[in-house]
């Protein structure tokens, strides 16, 4: 079946538009005082309240797909279920719809790095979505999103500075020991069964090179949550900060 003819089409065509119908209702919610003063900032706030959502949804729907079928935990080449096909297509959706909205805010150069993790993600998915592989490892994947739902609580409440709350300070233990949990581990977890592919030269082998680059990624952005949350006399105040990923 040709790729254009796929009905998968039809599913990631759905999910990019609920994506962009969501961030348009977002868009009619206050925004906070400090937040409201700065346009950057603005774009920031409603483009994590997107992000948000999808980590919610996302990271139960992962959840409930492993403990619906477990086999994906041992074969995730071939296992398989409809409620995990249909997560990797909602999730493509939504990088298909931040990719869109980054490019056109005129943000990519300062969100690159988010940028380069959409096209390795979405490449990923592809995968699963058009050749029914690797549909097991999809679904651990999106394990992250459990962490990415507290790494989005406090990217937001730093961008609306309010850094000195206690919520902020609790977020910051719980975010640490979920990233560890939920981003860390899946991952160590899939790049040992990814191994097994090098020297093949087999769709595995690509999902490999995407996965390494990824684990290089989570690695720096793990190394600037602990020196921004933890030894933050080493972070100069000014650095970075038209960069979309915060520290």
């Not at 490019?103 to 592809?126: C, D, G, K, R, T």
Request: proline share 3%.
């Amino acid at each position: 079946m040709s790729l254009l003819l796929h009905p998968a089409l039809l599913l990631l065509l759905g999910a990019t538009l609920t994506f962009r119908a969501l961030r348009r209702a977002l868009c009619r919610l206050p925004l906070p005082a400090h937040v409201r003063a700065d346009p950057l900032r603005t774009w920031r706030w409603r483009n994590l309240l997107v992000s948000f959502v999808h980590s919610i949804v996302s990271g139960i729907w992962a959840l409930l797909c492993i403990w619906q079928t477990p086999e994906m935990l041992v074969d995730i080449e071939m296992a398989w279920s409809l409620s995990g096909y249909l997560l990797v297509c909602f999730s493509t959706g939504y990088f298909i719809h931040d990719t869109v909205d980054i490019v056109v805010s005129h943000q990519a150069e300062a969100s690159w790095e988010y940028l380069v993790h959409h096209v390795m993600a979405l490449a990923a998915f592809f995968s699963g979505i058009f050749w029914n592989r690797f549909v097991g490892g999809g679904v651990l994947t999106l394990l992250v999103e459990v962490s990415n739902i507290f790494l989005t609580i406090r990217m937001m409440m730093k961008i609306s500075n309010a850094q000195d709350h206690l919520l902020y300070r609790i977020n910051k233990y719980v975010n640490l020991v979920v990233y560890f949990f939920f981003r860390l581990a899946p991952q160590v977890y899939l790049t040992h069964f990814f191994l097994q592919y090098v020297g093949q030269r087999t769709l595995g082998t690509f999902l490999l090179g995407v996965l390494i680059m990824l684990d290089i990624m989570i690695l720096i952005y793990f190394s600037r949550l602990l020196r921004s949350d933890f030894c933050p006399e080493r972070v100069p105040s000014q650095q970075h900060k038209d960069k979309f990923l915060t520290e």
